[in-house]
């Protein structure tokens, strides 16, 4: 079955970056986007952007422009998203989603990462 | 960006009784060459990542209970819970993949009464 993995929690400092990764399995890499979504505590899912995993092309939300990078590795099926000029505000869960087959939705998902920016 | 709102922000609903969310989007997210509306129901619980109930609005996922729907066009959306179980209790959110950057509403949580 379609399994996303993603690397475990982090604490950072602020002005740190970050770096999570999300391992596939279960079907072929190439043929999907993959898509970065956090949610901070207490506030709604925010998409971050995404790649297409064939050919590395990415799109992010002018939110993050500039200071969130997303690649990947089809040699080990694995997904990465670095986060920079981290800030307490940074704090969150993070997810890798695959797009499906037929639109721009997310399924399925990683089981998240937490990200925590203290100093 | 396409701002998504949901109502109510909770409610408490009693075991086999029914529950309706509502989505509303800034702008129509039914693209009209295809007359498909391009949005997207999940349902997040504790310690678990989003599930995906409904898309297209109104196309149940595999394997999702018959007891979730969804209905609505444009800008104006709903899902509706037939009959609340147990397991039912978590946050519902709309999502719209129109355009980009892909937005959410706040979610809507679901509790027994």
């Known amino acids: 079955q379609v399994q996303l993995v993603q690397s475990g929690a982090e604490v950072k400092k602020p002005g740190a970056s970050v770096k999570v990764s999300c391992k596939t399995s279960?079907?072929?890499?190439?043929?999907?986007?993959m898509h970065w979504v956090r949610q901070a505590p207490g506030q709604r899912l925010e998409w971050m952007g995404w790649i297409n995993a064939g050919n590395g092309d990415t799109k992010y939300s002018q939110k993050f422009q500039g200071r969130v990078t997303i690649t990947r590795d089809t040699s080990a099926n694995t997904a990465y998203m670095e986060l920079s000029s981290l800030r307490s505000e940074d704090t969150a869960v993070y997810y890798c989603?695959?797009?499906?087959?037929?639109?721009?939705?997310?399924?399925?998902w990683g089981q998240g990462t937490l990200v925590t920016v203290s100093s | 960006d396409i701002v998504m709102t949901q109502s109510p922000d909770s409610l408490a609903v009693s075991l086999g009784e029914r529950a309706t969310i509502n989505c509303k989007s800034s702008q129509s997210v039914l693209y009209s060459s295809n007359n498909k509306n391009y949005l997207v129901w999940y349902q997040l619980k504790p310690g678990q990542p989003p599930k995906v109930l409904i898309y297209w609005a109104s196309t149940r996922e595999s394997g999702v209970p018959d007891r979730f729907s969804g209905s609505g066009s444009g800008t104006d959306f709903n899902l509706t819970i037939s009959s609340l179980q147990a397991e039912d209790v978590a946050v519902y959110y709309c999502q719209q993949y129109y355009d980009t950057p892909f937005t959410f509403g706040p979610g809507t949580r679901v509790d027994i009464k």
């Open positions: 989603a695959r797009g499906s087959t037929g639109g721009n939705w997310f399924d399925p």
């Open positions: 279960g079907y072929t890499f190439t043929t999907y986007a």
